[in-house]
């Protein structure tokens, strides 16, 4: 069991907007619904794993594209508009993580509350391969964000 240094925040509109404003655009969107950024502002410089997990059984808007869904949530929430779907239905929360699991949990709450300019809810060390596991097992209809939460908080 590898464990990996991980804080977490449960979705908000005041995230979503904090994500676009401060990160911009994902690099990279999931059909499954996840969207990813990667940044080098961990502690010392370290390269993080930014992912917006979505919520269990995601199902993406219709008449958005998967790569589109991230900028039309964030741009909407700040304007004050109805997202293509309730936050509820599309991102259950952030996940901040190092690519090289080389750093303790402390320093990188730290890094993350300034890179993002929100504190996470939550920081440990999380055992993602029990993670997957679960949501394989459950083809998606488990809350990533739910089993972290229940990891760092017990």
Known sequence: MALVPSCVWKATPALIIALDDRFGEPVDAYVNGSQVWIRDDGPGGATLEWRLHPVAGYVRPHDVDTYE??????????????????????????????????????????????????????????????????????????????????????
């Open 69 to 154: 869904v991230f900028a039309a949530t964030a741009l909407a929430l700040a304007n004050g508009d109805a997202p293509p779907k309730p936050l509820t239905e599309l991102f259950d929360g952030l996940e901040a993580f190092p690519t090289d699991d080389e750093m303790e949990p402390a320093p990188l709450a730290t890094a993350v509350t300034e890179s993002l300019g929100i504190a996470p809810d939550a920081a440990g060390l999380v055992d993602h391969d029990r993670i997957g596991v679960a949501w394989e097992i459950s083809k998606g209809n488990v809350s990533i964000v739910d089993e972290l939460l229940q990891q760092l908080t017990g």
